[in-house]
């Protein structure tokens, strides 16, 4: 297949890419900069010059592909304030594909996240999200609306993806939990640390996307997660140990100001089942989990940057 992947130079984009050259696909990726072009053509990809705002751009590289998988999101627009303006702009990119490829029986396979769905029980892959509850989670009506693209003829599916996708080059949600351990001198867990993160292996889910965009039905709601919930204790442990810096408990008043821009998600408590996209796809992770990986010392080489 010829697959067109946004944000393939990603921390994500750049395990799922050989993931597909390795299965024997073609890839074309988006490329914004001449470094990001220079590093896709150096790994087999084939580029396409442009953002995800040149949506005629997208248009055109959907329709020259066999398949799609949306990676890319305005991340940096969303952390600095503007989370409202980066989702707008990812539901138009989500639009223009369905337009691409409507009637067409292509797959188009977009990367969202958990946020909005039910807490305080296990949640699987058939559990929708609550749209309205949580400002955070309007991400999710492109989810649905990618969903429902099926009905017009795209082989659509979404894979859900935890805050806590990890691994080695990892520069954003768990090296950010350290860089705050670092700065204040302290690894924090909110009240009694059972609260609870699910995670996956960048690795892991590479995988997944691969599977998703070759077989996923219409329609499918698919889980990248390897563990159903890591209890932020034993996150903040293990971050502790390597950084030789107390442990301790911060009360739900404290967040916004002791972990920085991580307080949107820190009372985030869920367990998320893997159980149907197992079955469904053949799937099984098989990468260190995220205790393992924080174990491993590649998050404590480098300090990164808090924002």
Request: zero cysteines; charged letters at 20%; glycine letters at 10%.
């Amino acid at each position: 297949m010829r697959i067109f992947v946004t944000g393939a130079s990603g921390f994500i984009g750049s395990a799922v890419v050989p993931e597909l050259l390795d299965a024997g696909h073609q890839v074309v990726g988006l490329a914004r900069s001449d470094a990001t072009a220079a590093a896709l053509t150096a790994a087999g990809v084939e580029v396409v010059r442009g953002t995800i705002d040149d949506l005629e751009v997208l248009r055109d590289a959907a329709a020259a592909s066999d398949g799609v998988i949306h990676l890319a999101f305005k991340g940096d627009v969303a952390f600095s304030g503007d989370y409202q303006g980066a989702v707008e702009a990812d539901r138009r990119v989500a639009d223009a594909f369905g337009d691409a490829l409507a009637g067409t029986g292509r797959p188009f396979v977009l990367a969202s996240g958990l946020i909005g769905l039910p807490p305080g029980r296990v949640v699987n892959e058939r559990d929708m999200p609550a749209i309205d509850d949580l400002p955070m989670a309007v991400r999710s009506a492109t989810a649905l609306a990618t969903l429902a693209l099926a009905s017009r003829g795209v082989r659509s599916s979404v894979v859900r993806l935890p805050p806590t996708v990890h691994g080695e080059g990892d520069p954003a949600w768990m090296a950010g939990v350290v860089a705050t351990a670092r700065a204040k001198g302290v690894s924090s867990y909110l009240g009694d640390g059972t609260h609870r993160w699910p995670a996956v292996h960048r690795l892991d889910v590479a995988r997944l996307f691969r599977l998703a965009v070759e077989k996923a039905p219409a329609g499918s709601v698919l889980h990248g997660i390897a563990e159903e919930g890591v209890a932020l204790r034993d996150i903040a442990e293990v971050i502790g140990r390597h950084l030789d810096v107390p442990v301790t408990s911060v009360t739900p008043e404290v967040p916004p100001a002791h972990l920085a821009w991580q307080s949107a998600y820190t009372s985030f408590n869920a367990r998320v089942s893997n159980t149907l996209t197992r079955e469904l796809m053949d799937w099984q992770p098989a990468h260190p989990g995220l205790l393992e990986d924080l174990d491993q010392g590649h998050y404590y080489r480098t300090p990164a940057t808090t924002t």
